[in-house]
């Protein structure tokens, strides 16, 4: 069965420090793999994709995701954060098992504090 | 371009009576998800649709869970005789077009449901 896994539940980093989030997951073919943003009380919002090509991909707000296939990973990293990046993150996986539907499985999140 | 619309933002029902959620897509897009979140869990797939037509509905509960997206008007989740256990957020998603993996899903702001 498809799958992803987001091992922490909180992430606490110091404004300017650097952020790490976490993700792995599980496919039995080419993984297309997504990160969204949700802030309290809102939808949620794309970040960034890795469908092929570079490993590192870049996305909104600075923010960038490494593909490691070897290691089934797609960690979302941030050189320098701030405040206002203090979120649920959510990392997920399109579903293809069944049928050609374009679901998405979702990791159950990680809260992302940031202070000042 | 307006974004995905869902209303309303948040609807208190008493146990046993209906809810409808409605989601209005991105204009151009014509596919339809609809995922909930319940406390503290990740999103989780219930249904995708398009236009007059239920594609998969195998994350939906096998009873008193409905889903529609007519020819014209929004895309409509029902849920009949509500229990205090359907508490919980409800995003729609659309997308233009599917099969080839590398679209996004565009989501709304949600719809929280409270079953008092």
């Known amino acids: 069965a498809q799958s992803v896994a987001q091992p922490e539940d909180q992430v606490n980093v110091a404004e300017g420090n650097p952020l790490t989030v976490k993700c792995t997951y599980s496919?039995?073919?080419?993984?297309?793999l997504f990160w969204y943003v949700q802030y309290p009380n809102r939808g949620l919002q794309f970040l960034l994709k890795y469908i092929t090509g570079d490993n590192l991909v870049k996305g909104s707000y600075g923010f960038e995701a490494e593909f490691n296939k070897s290691q089934t990973s797609f960690h979302l990293k941030k050189p320098s954060a701030l405040v206002s990046d203090s979120a649920l993150y959510f990392c997920?996986?399109?579903?293809?098992?069944?049928?050609?539907?374009?679901?998405?499985?979702f990791g159950q999140g990680t809260t992302l504090q940031v202070k000042p | 371009n307006a974004g995905v619309m869902q209303n309303p933002r948040h609807l208190v029902r008493r146990r046993g009576q209906e809810a409808r959620l409605r989601c209005s897509p991105m204009?151009?897009?014509?596919?339809v998800y609809w995922y909930r979140q319940l406390p503290e869990e990740g999103l989780k797939f219930m249904v995708y649709?398009?236009?007059?037509?239920?594609?998969?509905e195998s994350g939906m509960p096998k009873e008193r869970f409905s889903a529609e997206f007519p020819k014209e008007g929004p895309s409509i989740l029902r849920i009949q005789q509500v229990v205090r256990g359907d508490s919980a957020a409800y995003f729609c998603a659309s997308s233009p077009i599917i099969g080839t993996g590398n679209t996004e899903a565009f989501f709304g702001q949600g719809t929280r449901l409270t079953v008092v």
């Open positions: 649709l398009q236009k007059e037509n239920i594609i998969d």
């Open positions: 204009k151009g897009h014509s596919h």
């Open positions: 496919v039995s073919g080419n993984p297309y």
């Open positions: 997920a996986v399109r579903d293809y098992s069944s049928s050609n539907t374009g679901k998405l499985i």
